[in-house]
């Protein structure tokens, strides 16, 4: 089985940086996903790892050390409409396809 | 930009009817898939789908649900008999490969609610 772990709810201001942590334990591992969900919407994807080290996109940064079962998103210039849920899956080969397998999510709050 | 489209965005049912939940993948994707999210839980995979057969499937994926493939364009989820518990917001995902860099294109989402 799998088991992913992440805060459920962090608060940060705006303009600053906040990092959400995941931790998981899985066989196969193939990759590992975070996903951006606001209340009521469809998660849409935001970055993918499957090699070690730190995956710089925009003000959106993810880092995944495979050896220690970790992952952390980093957001910087936090804004407003950054509050949702943030969203780590960990895709691993099972029954031969790789299907995603989620977290709780974490609640992030910005405020001003 | 293709987007997957879900309709409808709300369906409410009894408990005990069939509802089918119908998406329309992006045109050149070949994998779908269905998942569910209860109300303040976390998103559940319930089954992919390729070249006209299910590839895999969770032990939420029972008896009382099936998928189909009706023509080149829409892909169904069917409730035969809902259950209160059946109550959740269900997404439908398509994308071009199921290995490596899978990433998976979300729709909107149906939201059901079983009476």
């Known amino acids: 089985g799998q088991n992913i772990d992440q805060p459920t709810e962090m608060t940060a201001t705006e303009g600053a940086i906040v990092q959400i942590n995941c931790t998981y334990q899985?066989?196969?591992?193939?990759?590992l996903f975070w996903y951006q969900q606001h209340a009521g919407e469809a998660p849409t994807f935001l970055s993918y790892?499957?090699?070690?080290g730190l995956e710089e996109k925009g003000r959106f940064s993810s880092f995944l050390s495979r050896s220690k079962g970790y992952s952390y998103l980093l957001l910087k210039e936090l804004q407003m409409k950054d509050s949702a849920s943030y969203l780590c899956?960990?895709?691993?080969?099972?029954?031969?396809?790789?299907?995603?397998?989620f977290g709780r999510g974490t609640s992030l709050i910005v405020h001003p | 930009e293709p987007e997957v489209t879900q309709t409808p965005s709300h369906q409410v049912t009894q408990m005990g009817q069939e509802v089918i939940l119908r998406c329309v993948p992006i045109?050149?994707?070949?994998?779908f898939y269905w998942y569910r999210q209860i109300l303040g839980q976390k998103v559940e995979f319930l089954v992919s789908?390729?070249?006209?057969?299910?590839?895999?499937k969770s032990e939420i994926f029972d008896d009382q649900f099936s998928v189909e493939r009706p023509d080149g364009s829409n892909f169904t989820l069917k409730i035969r008999s809902t259950k209160l518990e059946d109550s959740a917001m269900y997404f439908c995902?398509?994308?071009?490969?199921?290995?490596?860099?899978?990433?998976?294109?979300f729709g909107p989402g149906t939201r059901l609610t079983v009476l």
């Open positions: 789908f390729y070249n006209n057969e299910i590839s895999e």
């Open positions: 995902a398509s994308s071009a490969t199921d290995i490596g860099y899978n990433e998976q294109f």
């Open positions: 045109s050149n994707h070949l994998y």
């Open positions: 899956a960990v895709s691993s080969a099972s029954g031969g396809s790789y299907i995603p397998t």
């Open positions: 790892n499957v090699l070690d």
């Open positions: 899985t066989s196969g591992f193939n990759g």
